[in-house]
């Protein structure tokens, strides 16, 4: 399983890349939706865990573009934000599942497991 | 019971209060909710320890400045927060304007960082300060950076620089080679409960011109 991190707050993404790794998660991680679109089109994953607050093309943007493009790719959205806007809107643009910030690293592990 | 500023005025003064609050208080969680990712991961590293993987005394020591600096940080916005918390104490005070001002960027970091902005502050050796409300100056130059940063593309940098010049002391925004139009910005009740006015730089900018102040620190 190859999982890609795409969330704006680079301290945060990169500790959960180091956790997943210690895990046995082969992972790589990026601080933009542009970025993540570009290693998506390098190389093959298995899921995508977006933040949905990020600048630029946002999260919801990247999703979409993700939907278009990858239209089999698993993809976990997360936000701070207990708000029922981002989750609707997330479920709505094709994600699959739905975290809240600061992910649970054994929540998302299991999550991705279970999904199988 | 209607307020002495009318309904819409008083309005504005809660949603800016609420803004403040919820932006200031979402960065706090991200720096808790950072110190608890690393405490984490300093489980997950002992736990690998213990299943015979080396722990690394610079990841430890990285990984303890890291919550150092985290929580050096939340207590630097959170002092900003009471700081402006008790900005609504008194209908009217001698103002540090150069207090007021770092306290107003520090605020609004977050705010420009969601469009990729950089907010650079320039304060003069000695700050004017002015008697005023601090909370109305500070709801003045967030509706101006509001303003300002709609009309900034997204990336840019932008300037705030504060110029204590007799009689009158200016708070002037700065983005780049944009030519920012005066348009927007505090609504004119604002204006005139501050004494103050908006006008063009002739850089470009757009200055918050308040007055008259005083040169000097303030005497509290």
């Not at chain 1, 976990?76 to 994600?95: F, I, N, W």
């Not at chain 2, 977050?110 to 004017?128: G, S, V």
């Not at chain 2, 997204?154 to 007799?166: N, P, R, T």
Request: proline share 5%.
């Amino acid at each position: 399983m190859r999982v890609l991190l795409v969330d704006d707050e680079e301290e945060l993404v990169s500790t959960l890349s180091e956790r997943l790794e210690l895990r046995g998660v082969a992972n790589d991680w990026t601080t933009t939706g542009e970025q993540g679109l570009t290693l998506l089109s390098q190389r093959e994953y298995d899921w995508v865990v977006l933040d949905m607050k990020m600048p630029g093309l946002g999260g919801l943007g990247t999703l979409k573009a993700i939907r278009e493009r990858w239209p089999g790719l698993r993809i976990v959205v997360v936000t701070g934000h207990t708000s029922k806007e981002d989750y609707d809107a997330g479920l709505a643009a094709g994600a699959d599942h739905y975290l809240l910030k600061p992910v649970d690293v054994d929540e998302l592990l299991a999550l991705m497991q279970g999904a199988g | 019971m209607s307020h002495p500023l009318g309904d819409n005025q008083a309005r504005e003064q809660a949603v800016f209060f609420g803004q403040v609050t919820a932006s200031v208080t979402h960065e706090i969680k991200n720096h808790l909710a950072l110190i608890n990712e690393y405490n984490g991961l300093l489980a997950d590293l002992l736990a690998a320890h213990a299943r015979g993987r080396e722990l690394d005394p610079e990841r430890l020591a990285g990984l303890s400045a890291e919550v150092r600096k985290q929580v050096r940080q939340a207590g630097e916005i959170v002092g900003q927060l009471n700081r402006f918390a008790h900005s609504v104490d008194s209908e009217s005070e001698e103002v540090d304007l150069g207090e007021l001002a770092a306290t107003f960027t520090a605020l609004s970091a977050r705010r420009a960082l969601r469009r990729r902005m950089e907010l650079k502050l320039d304060l003069p050796a000695t700050a004017p300060s002015l008697v005023c409300q601090p909370f109305l100056l500070l709801l003045a130059c967030h509706s101006l950076l509001e303003a300002v940063l709609e009309a900034c593309p997204e990336g840019a940098s932008l300037a705030i620089g504060l110029e204590g010049g007799e009689p009158r002391p200016r708070l002037v925004f700065h983005c780049g080679e944009t030519d920012l139009a005066r348009e927007g910005g505090p609504p004119p009740w604002l204006l005139e409960n501050l004494n103050a006015s908006l006008e063009k730089d002739a850089s470009g900018g757009l200055a918050l011109v308040l007055g008259p102040g005083r040169t000097g620190p303030a005497q509290v």
